[in-house]
């Protein structure tokens, strides 16, 4: 019988499939794929949308791998001895209309010795706010956890994600979050096999915390302005990933395919010396925006 | 009677005025100047020139600053005790013209308790390869070294800079290099006093260093391809100082004043997925030069 590991390989290869087919479909662009092989074992399937309609560039990245942790990553993790297994999804995904959010998600299933644990997450990056959206996503994200109470404490999982993803030196949020969930174990394969559970359903409903909030936007008028805008922000957004983000420091330290891990960097990001929007703009309220708040029991 | 450190102070003073000074009038644009306190004590001047004549984005700061260190930060310092202080000058250039390269320099001296030293360097990192900027650049600072043969080895300090500016996760340098020295102490006045004329003769050079090369440059014509190139080259220098560099990193992470730490970022960057330049193209040929080389030695 296949391990829970086994199935969800499975799963999040299916997954891939189902995500890529969805974005393509809204972009009307297909994605470009390139298949790559780990230094241990096993590799990947990285897929990539660039300069489409929708998307400035968007990547969807698929990985199952093995190998064995270095003395520096054991210490960081759980279980026993230096054999592992990785197996996830991850993708962001950076629309060209500036009033449509960059929005990120990842799961991920590790086996190191006979430990076997979930994690994942998503989470949405505006540029200008719309609170219907932001109450949206985090619904979506709410029910999900909801459905599974044995696995998802919708509260801790919230608050985790806007503990992660802060870009300190800036004392500013990357985004208005999503969850943010690691570690999910458990010493039964009935266990295991909830937490799977869970991780599916994140899976299934990404397109749906998604996509009705591009369809609203996408076609909004935007200027130099609003461009603008954006790219201050895509550098914020790069600043996060290349020193905080602890999935892509990882990767850049030991070794991964560097073009999978930095698919998640903008086309374009822009630093404007001492960027202040003026107060009282769309651009000031942003930064409101991103002030973590219990979206889900807003009204939209 | 001054010490050491209030001498160097004074001369970074004037030379972040001579450097301003020279580049605004190669600019035709002046700088602005932002003058900020430092949570211990002290402070600095920035100064910025945005979207020039010349240059995209060039930014020079001085700061002369005092405190005490962290815990963390002690560890990796020579010296003895928690106070210090320490000025300096540092500056990152980068031009609009991608014929032209973006050039960074810093000079430094820190005092810890009774333990003074010096530190700093020049490194250039052009887009499109010209072999004759290369070899002015070098021998410059090979020349500088060589009339301090009691302070500076330039063989070491040359092979420190390609050390230093190495972009692991690229296996790739981030330009043809330069010169880059650190922790140059004496336990004597004279000795102190021989550093500090070794580093007021690297900044009294430094225009030297990079105008002419910036004169010959800087009407040649471009295209959206050489743009494009040099949009992809400054994301490479956006992965080394927010991933390797000591300085930005540092300050990022001990609450320094952000907008001056990060002025080091070009105005744009670009992240294009798996680009690799066509074989036999200039683009192709400017990775070639990123590999080290006794530049000084080579005939113009």
């Known amino acids: 019988m296949d391990t829970t590991i086994d199935q969800a390989a499975s799963y999040f290869l299916d997954l891939q499939d189902a995500i890529t ?14 298949r790559w092989e780990y230094a241990g074992k096993g590799g990947g399937r990285s897929r990539v949308l660039s300069e489409g309609q929708l998307f400035e560039k968007a990547g969807v990245n698929f990985s199952d791998v093995s ?62 706010p719309f609170k219907e959206d932001c109450v949206h996503f985090h619904r979506v994200w709410r029910d999900v956890c909801h459905r599974h109470p ?9 608050a ?3 503990e992660y993803f802060f ?30 559970a869970f991780v599916r ?21 935007y200027g130099e302005r609003q461009r603008d805008w954006q790219l201050v922000r895509r550098g914020r957004y790069v600043e996060f990933n290349l020193v905080y983000d602890r999935g892509t420091v990882f990767g850049l330290k030991t070794g991964g395919r560097i073009e999978s891990i930095l698919m998640s960097l903008p086309l374009n990001a822009k630093w404007v010396y001492n960027h202040k929007p003026e107060p009282g703009s769309p651009e000031a309220e942003c930064l409101e925006f991103l002030k973590p708040r219990d979206w889900h029991n807003e009204p939209a």
Chains 1, 2 share one sequence.
């Not at 969805?22 to 794929?33: M, R």
């Not at 998802?152 to 999982?157: I, L, M, T, V, W």
Request: charged share 25%; aromatic share 12%.
């Open 21 to 34: 087919n969805g974005l393509a479909a809204a972009d009307g662009t297909a994605f470009h794929e390139d």
């Open 67 to 128: 190998g064995e942790f270095s003395d520096e990553f054991a210490g960081q993790m759980p279980g026993h001895g230096k054999a592992f297994r990785a197996t996830g999804v991850s993708l962001v995904l950076h629309p060209w209309n500036p009033y449509t959010p960059t929005v990120h998600a990842n799961w991920r299933c590790i086996r190191r010795g006979d430990y076997t644990w979930f994690g994942g997450g998503a989470d949405l990056t505006p540029n200008y």
């Open 150 to 158: 044995l696995v998802a404490h919708h509260d801790r999982f919230k």
């Open 160 to 162: 985790w994600c806007d």
């Open 167 to 196: 870009i300190k030196h800036r004392g500013e949020a990357r985004g208005v979050g999503g969850i943010f969930f690691d570690w999910l174990h458990s010493a039964t394969e009935a266990g295991l096999g909830r937490a799977l």
């Open 201 to 221: 359903d994140c899976g299934d409903h990404f397109l749906e915390s998604y996509l009705p909030i591009v369809e609203r936007r996408r076609t909004l008028e």
